[in-house]
């Protein structure tokens, strides 16, 4: 596993460039029994579809990373670099976990790898709408090789704020949109959002500010965006609450948004809950869906993500149980 793992994560396959990941893994996995379907997904990328039999179970995860690409190092039983753990690290125990089920017998399961889950699910909405007669769908995540019970909802906003331009000397023949932005944002900070008894608090953070003035101008626009992690208890009182804090001079535009989610749980597993985003949600044609991997979500996305091979050998076994338990409750 160690060499699959490293080799697939020598490849760049950060959102927009993980159809080379696709086609690598179209050329070189073995996977014996399966036929591959190659669903294109709209935009120069793929999803991978290995099926065995007609699959009532399948097996998903995702193909692209976030940026920066970070090549790959062992040390100590770990992998480090960019897809450890999100996703490659999962798609090593699921591809495993298929080529075991395989050898034992087993048939009617699939291994759907899909494309763009960072930026917006694309890959799963294809597949969601072109795969058909699945009764249960198992994500992989890094959950610590917990089961999940249920996961935090987004809201994506895309706020403008406008203001008039002026010499900075003379402030007031200006209006500075910066000003109006830090105001917004001081009411923001003080809405209380009502705390889930299951998934806990609302959280939200601010990414890809702009604000194109010189330093001796006032500025008459910022943008930037608001990115929400929902409960159940919040998820529909948000976009009321930015706009009861909004005046004419701010525009918001919600840009995504997937509802907080229940998963199917099995008994006898480590559980939690999550606050990150998955390609679940997108997949509800396929059944009901779980949520399963090994490695932790808490360095995913950061300079140090890693997985640890052991978590990997854990996962197989679990997946493959799980697979067993799913098995029964279709029969």
């Known amino acids: 596993m160690t060499t699959e793992l490293v080799q697939i994560m020598k490849i760049d396959s950060t959102s927009g460039k993980e159809v080379e990941l696709a086609n690598y893994i179209a050329r070189t996995f073995k996977t014996p029994g399966a036929t591959l379907e190659i669903q294109e997904v709209g935009d120069g990328s793929v999803n991978l579809f290995f099926k065995w039999g007609t699959p009532k179970i399948v097996f998903c995860t ?19 670099g960019r897809g450890a753990c999100d996703a490659k690290g ?15 017998g087993q048939t009617n399961f699939g291994l759907l790898l899909v494309a763009g889950e960072e930026i917006g699910s694309k890959g799963a909405k294809i597949a969601n709408s072109l795969i058909k007669d699945c009764q249960y769908v198992i994500v ?9 019970r249920a996961g935090k909802g987004i809201q994506l906003y895309e706020v403008n704020i406008k203001g008039i331009s002026s010499h900075s000397g003379y402030p007031q023949y200006g209006d500075d949109a910066i000003e109006r932005m830090r105001v917004f944002l001081n009411k923001l900070s003080e809405v209380k959002f009502p705390v889930d008894n299951l998934l806990g608090t609302t959280t939200y953070n601010i990414g890809m500010l702009s604000s194109n003035n010189a330093h001796n ?7 930037f965006r608001i990115y929400f992690r929902t409960t159940f208890s919040s998820h529909l009182l948000i976009e009321n609450r930015l706009k009861g804090i909004s005046d004419d001079k701010i525009s918001i535009t919600k840009i995504r948004e997937d509802k907080p989610f229940r998963f199917h749980y099995i008994d006898g597993y480590h559980s939690d809950i999550v606050a990150f985003a998955s390609d679940g949600p997108c997949l509800s044609n396929l059944g009901r869906c779980l949520l399963y991997g090994p490695g932790s979500i808490k360095v ?3 300079d140090k993500e890693f997985i640890d091979l052991s978590d990997i050998e854990r996962a197989v076994v679990d997946l493959k149980n799980i697979f067993k338990t799913l098995t029964q409750e279709i029969e």
């Open 62 to 80: 995702h193909l692209d990373t976030v940026p920066p690409y970070i090549e790959p190092w062992a040390d100590n039983g770990k992998i480090f």
């Open 217 to 223: 101008v006032l500025p008459n626009l910022v943008t």
């Open 300 to 302: 995913a996305h950061t």
């Open 90 to 104: 999962q798609i090593i125990a699921a591809y495993n976990a298929c080529k075991e089920l395989q050898a034992e």
């Open 140 to 148: 992989g995540e890094p959950t610590e090789n917990k089961l999940i």
